[in-house]
């Protein structure tokens, strides 16, 4: 008994000393640098210190992609509630001005404290890769937090996915600097924070994996397993707070007959004409907005003016347009609707974005996919009733196609659909369409809607393929931040 009273003694001694140890440590280097020291001590080898890092950042990515969701849906709320009161007084008008009250409040803020925060997002990052090492600002967390925020809330035809890549993407920047890892590493991070991002927003970890490597890198290598330890962490933390629940609830859908796969193709050869137009209006209201001699920091009132105006007459595009979607995937849409649908949504998209408002392209481009989608399928139904599907099911296969066509990622949007819908019977008609809207749309032109932004700015992005024109540089545009 003795022995086990000095053995005690003994232990408690040893705590003390280390404890003692620990905080003269802290006190001489802090308990953050503290904590650097400990994991980059020479018996942890690179690999596993990368390995840990990388869930760190999913955890802290989900934790983050959890509160974005939550101040959106406070904003939204705080939108229809006491504002949309304030504004009864002009009547239907409010729906009118909602947007604009928006952008109002979202230009200064972009302006004055990180330009990099409007738009889609997507291309700032993959800026920050190839010109940056992936050092990313960190105030752009913030920034774009409260900026995608204020133009979703508030009615801005924008998505959320793209404000996480970004939010994600800052995140593993800032802890690729604060470990002090080199810049091949740094920006295994930032992709790493960027499918966190993804994984969070459509509880798809697997989808968010692989666009993070084939929309960001251009190409699936060794860091895969990095990119997916961090997807699949950040996914956990989503459904631990938000539940596990798919993005989309539709029905389960399936290709009636064979002789439906040649109309899945002919619907993807459309899609990827349109999506095709649509990346061509998005720069061009990029373009206009940014030649109007007008003040920057009021333009995103001005697109969201224009937002409120379309609102007025499609109250369906509010936001990211979710509900609609699911409509679309339900079959409760005309034909006639769901086309004015496909057409409101991207207008309302191109002035949202275009005019400096910020949020992404992922979710507008697969609600242009199923409205387009679901009104092909409606007519082919309507014309051979016996063979085909119902209309949900075009609009489900649209959806993929769409994004598939504007980001050249084939992969991910088979993958992500999967995830999103829990319907893996879809197949045969989604890589149908998909082949058929990727090769159109790769016809048209050889970028995608985010490796268009960095061969306009004249930057060589090493996922560009090899069949691609070498980017012809350009003098930036007063518009844009420096090094943007």
Known sequence: MSTGGEFGKWLAAVVAALAAAGRRMAARVGVWDGARVWL????????NYLIILAVVVGVV??????????????TAGFARGPVAGLLER?????????????????GPIVQRFAREAKGHGVPEVMTALATRGGNIRKRVVTVKVIASSLTIGFGGAAGREGPMVQIGSAIGSAIGAWTRLSRTNVRTLVTCGAAGGIAATFNAPIG???????????????????VLLTSLSSCMIARYFLGNFPAFMAPAYDLVSPAELPLYFL????????????IKLLYWSEDSFGAWKFPDYLKPAVGGLMVG?????????????FPAIESALWVRFSWELLLALFVAQMVANCA???????????APSLYMGAMLGGAFGSLANGVFPEWTAGSGAYAMVG??????????????????LFEMTNDYRIMLPLMAAVVGSVYVSHRMSPFSIYTLKLQRRGIDFPGLQADEPAPARRPQSSTEPAGA
């Open 40 to 47: 980059r001590a020479s018996f942890l080898p690179e690999q």
């Open 61 to 74: 990515t989900g934790l983050g992609s959890v509160g974005f969701i939550y101040v959106l849906e406070l």
């Open 208 to 226: 968010a994996a692989i666009f993070s490597m084939e929309v960001l890198i251009g190409r699936v290598h060794t860091d895969f397993l990095l």
């Open 267 to 278: 619907m993807g050869i459309l899609i990827g004409l349109a999506a095709s137009g649509y």
């Open 90 to 106: 002009f009547g239907p008008a409010q729906l009118v001005l909602l947007p604009a009250l928006g952008g109002l409040l979202v």
């Open 309 to 321: 105006l379309i609102l007025r007459f499609f109250p369906q595009i509010y936001g990211a347009g």
């Open 399 to 416: 959806m993929a196609a769409f994004f598939a066509a504007i980001a050249k990622a084939p992969t991910t949007s088979i993958l992500i």
């Open 352 to 362: 949202t974005l275009g005019s400096g408002g910020s949020g992404g392209v992922f």
